[in-house]
């Protein structure tokens, strides 16, 4: 039980980096293609 549970925290942990290294990605697109996602 406390195994399962400390695998998935961390599963989720790694799932927020991802997240968070894919907003940052299309952040930095949008702002050196600022025309594609604001027209």
Known sequence: MLN???IQ??????GE????LNIKKIAQQ???NP???YS
Do not use: G, P, T
């Open 4 to 6: 399962s549970l400390s």
């Open 9 to 14: 925290s961390i599963c989720c942990k790694q």
């Open 17 to 20: 980096l991802i997240l968070l």
């Open 30 to 32: 949008a702002e050196s």
């Open 35 to 37: 025309l594609r996602y």
